[in-house]
């Protein structure tokens, strides 16, 4: 008896057997090469060895990739590692043969091959880009960088940072990073959770500021599936911008700034600490603040403070309209360790919930489980949509869209700000409302990265 799976398989073989030859690219590339390779960094502090990792141009983070507001990216990725890959431009309302996702948007790029990604970025803001193959474990191995497109006009702050975030999982004595990316553990609970954590690949990152200097703070979460919890210290701030799309009214810092996997914070901030001292960004981790990054203060910028800063540009074509109207969708989450899920539907059967454990399959959307044929929901294009999705499962889960940014419906008050990841925590039911603005097949999956490997996949069809 054939299964599904080996039916699909085999299907897929001979598709890849017939079409390879004409994606086969010419030895020069189009464009600026993006090639991702093995490289070896100093990761750990210098005691150890360097960490071999997979890396854009061999660094990582990738090359930072920075442009003007609708400026045209041209990219001819180049693949030299020893797995298939693709790249996603996350948070980026782009064309949807760009986006990077292989099976639904293009064919993953195998080794030696290479793929030219060419769009325009019509959103200024903080976005990133990472490898969307084999994710949980390309992800883990460093194939990521900031993707930042420059409002018209620039804010007015004396200088910015780009802060990518990461935790890593390293063996304690090697430094080499853990190859078990398929860790049932990991995939039945919170996901792959490093015991290193970094920022801009540096345990230790630490950038001279002066007293009074006002930053912009671009914060990116790369990582598997840690949610990071900050605040800040010697410094006052605004949050200016989440997920790239900026912030009606800035909102003042005031208590902790939660970040899940995938998504983006900016923030503006003041540094009060004077010369001498040291500013920091801050982990909370069990109540205890811990430096994510060291900002030692030496000198004045400037005799004193400016006030609260002006709130970014909008991004255009971002209204949200006919919420009455809307077509209505809901997204059941259920599965993991301590959870309700007893049997799903994974490759076309029933299983048991004993047999999606052999088969390291844990999470079921609607009662089934990862990427089918059939779209959560297909709508057509100029929608608008309402998702209800309830987390039915003891862990938090980051579910990004592709493609288009939503707003939460917050109920009494309205529409919450535009996001492209929706952080969840377990029990949870929220709404989120979107107009469907951009034609294609858009994925919708859970960002924490061996959740969307064991279930946490679907995607909407807009036609
Ligand atoms: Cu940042 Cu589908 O991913
Ligand atoms: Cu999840």
Redesign the pocket.
């Known amino acids: 008896m054939t299964t599904r799976r080996e039916f699909l398989e085999q299907g897929a073989a001979t598709i890849a057997a017939l079409t390879v030859p004409a994606l086969a690219r010419a030895a020069t590339p189009r464009f600026a090469e993006l090639k991702a390779r093995p490289a070896r960094v100093q990761l750990a502090p210098p005691t150890y060895p360097k960490t071999e990792i997979w890396g854009y141009d061999g660094a990582m983070p990738g090359p930072e990739l920075r442009m003007a507001q609708g400026a045209r990216i041209q990219r001819s990725f180049l693949n030299e590692l020893p797995q298939a890959s693709s790249v996603?431009w996350?948070?980026i309302r782009i064309d949807n043969a760009m986006d990077g996702?292989p099976g639904l948007t293009q064919p993953a790029v195998e080794p030696g091959q290479g793929f030219d990604y060419d769009f325009v970025v019509p959103d200024a803001g903080t976005y990133?880009y990472?490898a969307?193959n084999r994710?949980t474990e390309q992800?883990a191995r460093g194939l990521y960088g900031a993707l930042i497109v420059e409002e018209p006009e620039a804010p007015d702050i004396d200088r910015e940072e780009v802060l990518i975030l990461d935790d890593w999982l390293l063996d304690p004595e090697t430094a080499q990073i853990d190859p078990d990316f398929t860790s049932r553990h990991d995939r039945s609970h919170a996901g792959r959770r490093g015991n290193f954590i970094a920022t801009n690949g540096r345990f230790d990152l630490s950038l001279d500021v002066k007293q009074n200097e006002r930053l912009r703070l671009r914060l990116i979460n790369a990582a598997n599936a840690r949610i990071f919890v900050l605040s800040i210290f010697g410094m006052e701030g605004w949050t200016v911008a989440l997920d790239g799309m900026p912030l009606s009214e800035p909102k003042p810092v005031s208590e902790v700034l939660i970040i899940g996997?995938?998504q983006r914070a900016d923030l503006i901030v003041d540094v009060t600490a004077a010369s001498g001292e040291t500013a920091h960004l801050v982990r909370v981790e069990d109540q205890e603040g811990v430096s994510q990054v060291a900002f030692p203060v030496s000198g004045r910028a400037a005799a004193a403070r400016r006030g609260s800063p002006h709130p970014l540009p909008p991004n255009p074509r971002m209204d949200i309209s006919g919420m009455e109207k809307a077509v209505t969708a809901r997204l059941n989450m259920q599965g993991g360790a301590m959870g309700t899920l007893d049997a799903a539907t994974l490759d076309g059967e029933r299983k048991s919930f004993r047999q999606l454990v052999e088969a390291n399959q844990f999470w079921s959307f609607n009662g089934t489980i990862g990427m089918t044929d059939t779209p959560l929901v297909s709508v057509p294009v100029g929608e608008t949509i309402k998702l209800e999705i309830y987390n039915d499962t003891s862990f938090p889960h980051a579910m990004?869209l592709?493609g288009m940014h939503f707003r939460e419906v917050t109920g009494d008050a309205g529409l919450g700000p535009f996001r492209?990841?929706l952080l969840m925590f377990g029990g949870e039911t929220r709404t989120i409302a979107f107009v469907v603005d951009n034609p294609g097949k858009w994925?919708f999956?859970c960002?924490m990265l061996s959740h969307?490997d064991s279930g946490m996949m679907t995607w909407l069809e807009v036609a």
């Open positions: 996603h996350h948070g996702v990133w990472h969307h994710s992800v996997p995938g990004h592709h492209d990841t994925l999956h960002h969307a």
